[in-house]
């Protein structure tokens, strides 16, 4: 009261009006409108009251009227109440309240400060678990921010501890999607093992930023870890191999087995079917049956899940073995000879894999092809003129068989007398032609020499002569001899 009386004394002393406006400085809510009241005394009236603004950066204008910034509302002399509308930052500064009479000008002035709310950032579920490979959204509010947020940005952290790295949502589309001011949430696309860790949501406008707290992403599942067995094996041809894959560690679950086969440099994809077996999740071993020289080579196992495709780092090397019997062969001559009663051995050799059994096939003019024997060598003892042919040895394992080439062997003895006894004594009459055969049985095939009283008279098989006299009747002898020895054969002829 004393100061006011002083104020009121001092103008009226020098007769200019004297603004009051009751406050030194007002604030506003931004976009709420605000009342800077300005009241006038004077003794002799003013005849203009005005407003002046000079904003924070230092630029004036002057209200005189109401617009849609700004309502006056007053007279001349004694009010003038300055109603700045929806605040807006730019309406911070002085506010003049000015009032003119024939004596002078007046003013008093106050400040406008504007305030506003920084946002109210929140993230709803802070613990969040996702399988790799899938997207996820962590969602992100902001509420409260007056005025409304200018920037949204997410940071992250691997460790709680660590500082924080601002996502660039903008320059990796791909991997991000959201995190603006039109959509807080952030999306990360195909989460990785990198992306588990901390994410943080701040939101900003002029009075500040708003931070969330921290949400928690913890990426799950793991790609399978694959691994083939054996290293190396040897198997028969014809025969099964098994080549084992072992899978481990797989989150989710394995959906897809291949097999890669690399042979001279050349990698395919084993087409499982046919011969070949397995492959599948339940059952990833590759199971190839019937095996074949063309199934050698190194294979590879692959496994698929959510999470990726795992290839074995190392192959099974898969060598096919075998082969069927070969260079079979009885040693010695294609002709072997023994002597009625003496004995022989025959000796066979082949090759294969596995090694071959061998076997022995005996034919003859009156025999057909039967097994005689098995081993490596077959023998004959006390042989026999039925023993006599053709023996062939065969070789035979898993993968097949094949023959050796004939031998002969030929069973020789000393010509032997095969005469009936018709043929022994034969009569004849004068004048008739005589035919003795020299009836041996004989191998190798004899030579004959026919004796008539110590005479060479042929050398022929057949001796033909014509009886002309009975001088000519009595004994005759054939000489039969091959290599093995020699038999006489004594013939009677006597008179009709
Ligand atoms: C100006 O504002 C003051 C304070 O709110 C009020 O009392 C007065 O009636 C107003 N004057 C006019 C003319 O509106
Ligand atoms: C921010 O928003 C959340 C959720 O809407 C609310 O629970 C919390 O009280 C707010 N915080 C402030 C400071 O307004
Ligand atoms: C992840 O989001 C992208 C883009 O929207 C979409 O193409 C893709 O199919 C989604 N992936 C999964 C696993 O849902
Ligand atoms: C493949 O193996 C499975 C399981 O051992 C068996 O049931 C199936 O008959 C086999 N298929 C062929 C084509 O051999």
Do not use: H
């Amino acid at each position: 009261m004393q100061l006011f009386v002083a104020i009121f004394l001092v103008s009226f002393a020098k007769g200019q009006p004297t603004p009051f406006i009751p406050l030194t400085s007002y604030s506003v809510l931004i976009g709420n409108d605000v009342l800077i009241p300005c009241t006038v005394s004077a003794n002799s009236a003013a005849t203009l009251i005005q407003w002046q603004f000079t904003s924070n950066s230092g630029s004036s204008i002057s209200i005189s009227q109401s617009t849609t910034k700004y309502t006056l509302v007053g007279d001349s002399t004694t009010t003038s109440n300055l109603t700045i509308n929806s605040a807006a930052l730019t309406d911070a500064g002085t506010y003049r309240c000015s009032a003119t009479n024939s004596v002078g000008t007046g003013s008093d002035s106050a400040t406008l400060t504007i305030t506003g709310i920084a946002p109210n950032v929140t993230i709803p579920d802070t613990s969040l678990s996702v399988q790799k490979r899938q997207n996820i959204t962590i969602a992100c509010e902001v509420t409260d921010a007056l005025p409304k947020e200018t920037s949204v940005l997410w940071e992250f952290r691997a460790n709680q501890g660590d500082s924080g790295t601002v996502i660039s949502v903008d320059v990796n589309p791909t991997k991000y999607q959201g995190g603006t001011v039109a959509v807080p949430s952030l999306t990360i696309l195909s989460v990785a093992a990198s992306d588990e860790g901390y994410y943080t949501c701040i939101a900003s406008n002029v009075f500040g930023e708003g931070r969330s707290e921290q949400a928690f992403l913890e990426a799950t599942g793991n790609a399978a870890a694959v691994t083939v067995s054996p290293p190396s094996q040897s198997v028969l041809q014809k025969s099964t191999a098994i080549i084992q894959c072992i899978i481990n560690n797989a989150n989710p679950g394995v959906t897809e087995v291949l097999w890669e086969k690399i042979s001279s440099g050349t990698t395919s994809l084993v087409i499982v079917t046919g011969r070949f077996n397995g492959s599948t999740p339940s059952l990833p071993n590759l199971i190839i049956s019937d095996l074949q020289p063309s199934d050698q080579g190194t294979y590879y196992c692959s496994a698929r899940n959510a999470i990726g495709t795992s290839r074995s780092s190392t192959g099974s090397n898969l060598i096919v073995t075998g082969a069927v019997p070969n260079n079979v062969q009885i040693v010695g001559a294609t002709t072997q000879l023994v002597n009625l009663g003496g004995s022989l051995t025959l000796q066979c050799a082949g090759q294969g894999d596995p090694a071959p059994t061998l076997s022995w096939i005996f034919s003859s003019s009156t025999s057909d092809a039967t097994t005689v024997g098995t081993g490596t060598t077959y023998s004959i003892t006390n042989a026999q003129r039925t023993n006599g042919g053709t023996y062939v040895c065969r070789g035979t394992n898993s993968l097949g068989s094949t023959d050796s080439q004939g031998v002969t062997v030929d069973v020789q003895y000393t010509p032997i007398d095969a005469r009936t006894d018709a043929q022994k004594s034969i009569s004849a009459a004068v004048g008739s032609t005589i035919s003795l055969v020299c009836a041996v049985d004989a191998n190798p095939v004899a030579r004959y020499e026919w004796y008539r009283s110590n005479l060479l008279v042929s050398i022929k098989r057949e001796y033909t002569f014509a009886l002309s006299s009975l001088a000519l009747l009595g004994s005759y002898t054939c000489k039969a001899t091959n290599s093995r020895g020699s038999v006489e054969l004594r013939y009677t002829l006597f008179e009709d």
